[in-house]
């Protein structure tokens, strides 16, 4: 979410649309707002569009991944707080380009949290709709 925020521009006139599991809808400005997105943020409370795309939940060993714990070091030492998990941790996530008919593009299951797909693949296969 936030290498598209920083990719914009390199988008053209896509809207991209961040969706998560939150079950608080009261919380969903308040993410948006963290991550100083100015781009709709929807709740997909019960899950069915990561069913959709196939998006599973991983073990903990999966999710805990050396890549995963690496990535929040990093955080850590830029600074961050790391805040208790709200909502579930083994929910993995799923990337995708849909297009202006609503036909799915280009969907990413990353394996684990921290393997998510270049945004250099994202804005390719924005492009690839034009």
Do not use: C
Not at 52 to 70: D, E, F, H, K, N
């Amino acid at each position: 979410m936030i290498a598209v925020r920083d990719h914009l521009d390199q988008l053209g006139d896509v809207l991209p649309v961040v969706v998560t599991f939150i079950d608080d809808l009261s919380r969903l400005y308040a993410y948006r707002n963290h991550l100083e997105i100015e781009f709709p943020v929807l709740a997909d409370i019960d899950r069915a569009l990561y069913r959709l795309l196939g998006a599973s939940r991983a073990s903990i060993v999966r999710v805990w991944s050396p890549g995963t714990i690496a990535m929040y070091a990093r955080l850590l030492l830029h600074g961050r707080r790391l805040r208790s998990p709200k909502e579930d941790t083994r929910q993995l996530g799923a990337d995708a380009v849909v297009d202006r008919d609503g036909r799915l593009h280009r969907v990413w299951l990353p394996p684990s949290p921290d393997a998510r797909p270049d945004i250099a693949e994202v804005i390719e296969a924005v492009a690839e709709l034009n």
